[in-house]
C-alpha cells in the first residue's frame, strides 16, 4: 500500500478550518466540517485538481511554495507547518536513529536538582536518565519508563494526571511531531505499533494527525503519598544528542504544590524501609 502521509494531513487539517476563519462566508450546505476542496485551493492560489491530487496521493512532489501557501491556507502555527513540509519531503529528516545513552554532564545536571523534578527522554519517550524526586513523582516508574505508555497503557494515569484528556491528546501530538521529524527509526516505529494495537484511545487520537511540540505549560497531579501538585513544565531540547529532550518542573514559591515538593524530595531522600 502506498503510504500518503501527506494528503491524510492535508485533509486532517482542513477539516479543522472554518470559513469564518479565513473570511469566506458559510455557503450551502456541507457534509463535513471545514473547509472543501476547492477553498483551499482557492485560497493557496493552485488548481482545484491539483489539490485534489496532492490529497489522494497522486501528486507527491509539491514545491516548498506551494506548501508554504498551502500551510497560510489551513492557518497552520510554527509546529504544524513544519510538519506539513516534513511529510511533504521539504524538510530534513533525523539521520541518527533515538539512543539510549546520556551524556554523564547532563546526568549530573538532572541529579543536582533535588527540589525539581527533571527527566530525559528520546523521541520514542523513552525515560533515558531521571533524579530522584521525578523517580519519587512518577511512583519508581512502577508500569513503565515509557511516558508514551505511561499515559495510554497504565490505568493509574487517569487518577494520576488531574487533566488527563489534556495530557493524551498532548502527548500525541508531540509524539506525531517527532514521528514526523523520524519516521523510520525503529524505536519510533515500535512504540507506535505498541500503542496503535493495545489502546484505541491512543489509535483514535494517532488518527487526528495533530502535530505540536511541547511548550511552557502547566500540569496537575494527584499522587499517592503527597496528594495534590500542580507544576510548570518546560522542555528544552538536548543539542548534544538530537532527539532527547529535558524536562523539568518546579512549582510558584509558597504555594502549596512547592510544600508538596518538598515532601515528596523527603520521601525521596529516605530509604523505604526507614519510612514510618
Do not use: C
Not at 17 to 42: F, H, K, S, W
Not at 53 to 82: F, K, N, T, Y
Not at 198 to 224: C, I, M, N, Q, Y
Amino acid at each position: 500500500m502506498v503510504d500518503n502521509e501527506l494528503g491524510r494531513y492535508l485533509v486532517s487539517r482542513r477539516a479543522q478550518v472554518t470559513p469564518d476563519a479565513v473570511g469566506l462566508p458559510p455557503t450551502g450546505r456541507r457534509r463535513v466540517p471545514g473547509l472543501r476542496r476547492e477553498e483551499v485551493a482557492l485560497l493557496a492560489g493552485v488548481s482545484v485538481d491539483y489539490y485534489v491530487r496532492l490529497e489522494q496521493g497522486r501528486e507527491r512532489s509539491p514545491s516548498a511554495q506551494v506548501v508554504d501557501a498551502l500551510a497560510s491556507a489551513l492557518r497552520l502555527d510554527e509546529d504544524a507547518r513544519l510538519h506539513l513540509f516534513r511529510v511533504a519531503g521539504l524538510a530534513p529528516r533525523a539521520r541518527t536513529a533515538v539512543t539510549q545513552r546520556v551524556e554523564q554532564s547532563l546526568q549530573d545536571l538532572v541529579a543536582a536538582w533535588p527540589e525539581n523534578p527533571a527527566v530525559v527522554y528520546n523521541r520514542a519517550y523513552d525515560v533515558l536518565a531521571s533524579n530522584a524526586i521525578a523517580d519519587a513523582l512518577f511512583h519508581s516508574w512502577s508500569s513503565t519508563r515509557n511516558l508514551l505508555h505511561l499515559v495510554f497503557t497504565d490505568p493509574a494515569a487517569r487518577t494520576f494526571y488531574r487533566d488527563w484528556d489534556e495530557v493524551a491528546r498532548g502527548s500525541v501530538a508531540a509524539f506525531r511531531l517527532s514521528h514526523g521529524e523520524a519516521p523510520d527509526d525503529p524505536r519510533v516505529r515500535q512504540v507506535l505499533a505498541e500503542l496503535l494495537e493495545v489502546s484505541p484511545e491512543f489509535a483514535r487520537r494517532w488518527a487526528d494527525h495533530d502535530a505540536r511540540g511541547k511548550t511552557l505549560l502547566r500540569k496537575r497531579f494527584s499522587h499517592r503519598d503527597v496528594g495534590e501538585l500542580t507544576l510548570t513544565m518546560q522542555t528544552f531540547d538536548v543539542r548534544a544528542s538530537p532527539g532527547q529532550e529535558l524536562v523539568v518542573y518546579s512549582a510558584g514559591p509558597g504555594s502549596g504544590s512547592a510544600a508538596a515538593l518538598r515532601l515528596l524530595g523527603s520521601l525521596a531522600a529516605t530509604p523505604a524501609g526507614d519510612r514510618s
